[in-house]
């Protein structure tokens, strides 16, 4: 904001000149009926009526006494000493002000007033500029401010907005000049864009400007013409690269936790397996000592039981039976014996047919 436009507000109130050019008249004028200190009187009433004001939402008033600040006053119906002892002056600091750095969104300064369009026109002496890899690249800045201290912006820094434009340039250059062309446009704009925030902050303090930077943002990040859609190809190739990437991470986080469950999975029935083997193992071994504890007690006898129930388990799933050969016949006797129990006890050796007959 410029200060010119608060310079007139150091001369007196129109009120007070009018009733000053009325007393002049009337005091030449004067008729003995009327007493001279009642103007007076009326004069002065007025003159310290003119000391209030009104300050209104998100305003700031800003006092001063002979041009010197010496308050500032919120929001509501305010007084002070009238003019020219103090004056006031109100700015809004709720208002979020805008500055543009490459181009302007209405361009009123580049084309008359019969053909304006109102589309935003780049400003090549501000937005072309030389980066870390000495690439020329066309950057367009959007800036959002508002007034933090009232009477830095009013009475420390001249033409504050002014200098805030200004040195928007520098933060973005300063920052551009830093980096490359291919991390600017791509990977690193959001932290360009922070860059550029912060040094801007750091030269408006420096100034004394008064303002608040709360967002700086690239709104075009482009080469000259004449290369632009080669290296929009280069950005698009930068993308499809880390969304395939992003893919396989994401089919690798698929993949992965299956492949994990199912080697548990078979882990666990190999255990499962190993101890019903072992079991089953210690099983036939008991069962084996147990049979052999008996054979020591009746060797013929366990031998002739484990015989047949051998031949229990083994005959029912034959078709067929061949005979050792006997003196008593002259044909090899095939027999269909399967399922016949009651034809076992004659396939015993002699020795076992004579020991059971003993028992008997």
Not at 74 to 85: D, F, K, N, T, V
Not at 192 to 220: F, H, I, M, P, W
Not at 233 to 252: C, I, M, P, S
Not at 261 to 278: D, L
């Amino acid at each position: 904001m410029d200060r010119r436009r608060y310079e007139d507000q150091f001369s007196p109130p129109d009120e007070i000149i009018e009733i000053v050019n009325k007393f002049r008249g009337r005091w030449q004028n004067f008729q003995p009926g009327i007493r001279p200190w009642l103007i007076l009187l009326v004069v002065l009433v007025i003159w310290l009526a003119s000391g209030f004001y009104v300050v209104g939402p998100g305003e700031r008033g800003v006092v001063t006494l002979f041009r010197k600040a010496t308050d500032q006053t919120e929001p509501g119906l305010r007084y002070h000493l009238p003019w020219p002892i103090e004056s006031h002056f109100l700015v809004d600091i709720a208002q979020v002000r805008r500055a543009e750095v490459g181009f302007r969104s209405n361009a009123d300064d580049l084309v008359p007033r019969s053909t304006r369009s109102g589309a935003a026109r780049s400003i090549p002496q501000e937005a072309l500029m030389l980066t870390g890899d000495e690439n020329i690249v066309d950057v367009q800045l959007f800036v959002q401010y508002r007034v933090q201290d009232p009477v830095q912006f009013l009475f420390v820094a001249y033409d504050p907005e002014s200098i805030l434009h200004t040195s928007a340039q520098v933060a973005l250059r300063s920052v551009v000049g830093q980096n490359t062309i291919d991390y600017t446009m791509t990977d690193g704009r959001v932290e360009v864009q922070e860059q550029v925030k912060t040094n801007l902050q750091k030269l408006l303090d420096d100034y004394k400007t008064g303002l608040l930077v709360s967002e700086a943002r690239l709104l075009v990040v482009d080469p000259p013409g004449e290369v632009r859609d080669a290296f929009h190809d280069v950005v698009r190739a930068l993308e499809d690269r880390e969304r395939l990437v992003k893919e396989a991470e994401g089919y690798r986080e698929d993949v992965v936790p299956k492949a994990r469950g199912e080697a548990a999975q078979i882990v666990q029935q190999a255990e499962a397996y190993k101890a019903q083997r072992v079991i089953r193992a210690q099983g036939d071994a008991e069962r084996f000592r147990a049979v052999l504890t008996e054979y020591e007690k009746a060797k013929p006898v366990t031998r002739d039981r484990l015989y047949l129930e051998s031949m229990e388990r083994i005959l029912p799933n034959m078709e067929k039976f061949i005979l050792p050969h006997s003196d008593k016949g002259g044909v090899l006797p095939i027999l269909p014996l399967k399922g016949m129990g009651n034809a076992v006890p004659s396939l015993l050796p002699e020795s076992a047919t004579a020991a059971d007959n003993t028992k008997r």
